[in-house]
């Protein structure tokens, strides 16, 4: 299964169980919602999955058990988060004999790597798997930028095809399509962003909230690319106080209440992280049951 890297992709959380262990009971709920909103593919282990609090083999369950839910119908992309060149590398080849079709991949991790030494580390991992890489671009969180300059050298390599643009600048998009027309597909990183994003030319959209709302996230991308943007805005002007709970540092604990309350999810996350308590919850919790009261009807997005 080739990867189109357009649509919307979800970022998925990891469900885990009252005692700490991965619910694949309320994942299959989950992923039963995605699919039929119609998302074009599945990412694993972001920060969002709680990557950096899962276990070796509790990633490659993960990716296992979705390949089997997805049963071929949309490609699943695991994320690479590795220190090390050789952590990442081997952390691909897992990914690819347990199923998984793509890679998303954040330059190093600690280590504040040189312009010279992210090139390297991205060329690597690609000499070293088939599966085609999705860069993760993401400066503002992970103080790492790769420049134009970078992705020159990057997309000597064929399996370098995507990059989720988390900038935050939207002439970024502009740049990256002037530069290297459809040889680099560009995927939105940022949900306050997206249908900005799409508007000027983005292939696609990673989404956080998704996870909560997936036929609303799927309507507004179908329908910004269908040209039927008054109605897509009106949707993302509804959308937009709920987007705003990924750009912020709870945003598991955020979004895994808003799954709870559209029945898609549960509130359980892995500690260190605990659920949220006090006066923030009580004001997501307002945010969540806000857009539930004024919740948009859809258009017959799919046929579009």
């Not at 599966?131 to 370098?160: A, C, G």
Request: charged share 25%; net charge negative; hydrophobic share 45%.
């Amino acid at each position: 299964m080739s990867i189109q890297w357009n649509g919307v992709m979800p970022a998925v959380t990891t469900k885990f169980t009252a005692d700490d262990k991965l619910d694949f009971n309320m994942f299959e709920v989950n992923m039963k919602a995605q699919l039929d909103a119609g998302v074009s593919g599945i990412i694993l282990g972001g920060t969002l999955g709680e990557a950096s609090t899962l276990l070796e083999e509790e990633k490659r369950e993960l990716v296992k058990h979705t390949v089997s839910l997805t049963d071929n119908k949309v490609p699943v992309i695991m994320n690479i988060a590795e220190q090390t060149t050789k952590a990442a590398i081997l952390a691909a080849n897992k990914a690819e004999e347990d199923g998984a079709k793509g890679l998303m991949m954040l330059p190093p991790m600690r280590y504040k790597a040189s312009d010279f030494e992210t090139v390297t580390f991205y060329a690597e991992v690609a000499k070293n798997t088939s599966l085609p890489i999705m860069v993760y671009n993401n400066p503002v969180d992970y103080k790492i930028e790769v420049t134009l300059d970078m992705f020159e050298e990057l997309l000597k390599y064929d399996n370098i095809q995507a990059v989720k643009e988390s900038t935050r600048d939207i002439s970024n998009v502009t740049r990256m399509i002037n530069r290297f027309g459809d040889r680099l597909k560009i995927l939105s990183g940022v949900d306050t962003l997206a249908l900005e994003s799409l508007l000027m030319g983005s292939d696609g959209w990673v989404s956080g909230l998704v996870c909560a709302f997936p036929q609303e996230t799927v309507a507004i991308y179908k329908l910004a690319k269908a040209g039927r943007i008054e109605e897509a805005l009106k949707i993302y002007r509804w959308f937009l106080p709920l987007l705003e709970l990924d750009i912020n540092s709870f945003l598991v604990q955020n979004i895994k209440l808003a799954e709870v309350a559209t029945g898609i999810g549960t509130e359980n996350v892995r500690a260190p992280r605990l659920p949220l308590q006090g006066a923030e919850r009580e004001k997501v919790l307002a945010i969540i049951a806000e857009g539930l009261r004024t919740r948009p009807t859809l258009p017959d997005y799919k046929n579009l």
